[in-house]
């Protein structure tokens, strides 16, 4: 009985935390289509001026891998002294492969999450996007 409530427990947390991550994909998702909606003339300037396709994609995908990794971080920040906490009550550790998994997610995330604004910042027309400014 008590694996069961355990393993239903687990699938749930398993859950939340997919959710969590697709919810939070989509909004660094938005970010990066605001910044990129927002430096249309910089993007236009620097692609008339020869920077490769390569090169702002790979600018805007670092741009969104940062902010997840920090966002990691900051997660963990929050995570390691609750889980001190919790180990008071109960056994809880935070081993350094689930500390480099977590980071490894969020970077994750973050490239995926970023990879469509970046594809189309990197796709922009010059002129284009030097005339719509």
Known sequence: KFHSVAG?????????????????????????????????????????IGAKRRTILLQFLSEAACICLLGGLGGLAIAYPLTLLLSKFMPATMSLS??????????ATGVAS????????????????????
């Open 8 to 48: 239903t427990i687990a699938t749930v947390g398993l859950f939340i935390t997919g959710l969590s991550l697709f919810v939070g994909g989509i909004g660094i998702m938005n970010i990066m289509f605001v910044s990129v909606a927002e430096r249309t003339r910089e993007i236009g300037i620097r692609k008339a």
């Open 98 to 107: 689930v500390v480099g998994i977590a980071l490894l997610v969020s970077l």
């Open 114 to 133: 970023g990879f469509f604004p970046a594809w189309r910042a990197a796709r922009m027309n010059p002129v284009d996007a030097l005339r719509n400014e």
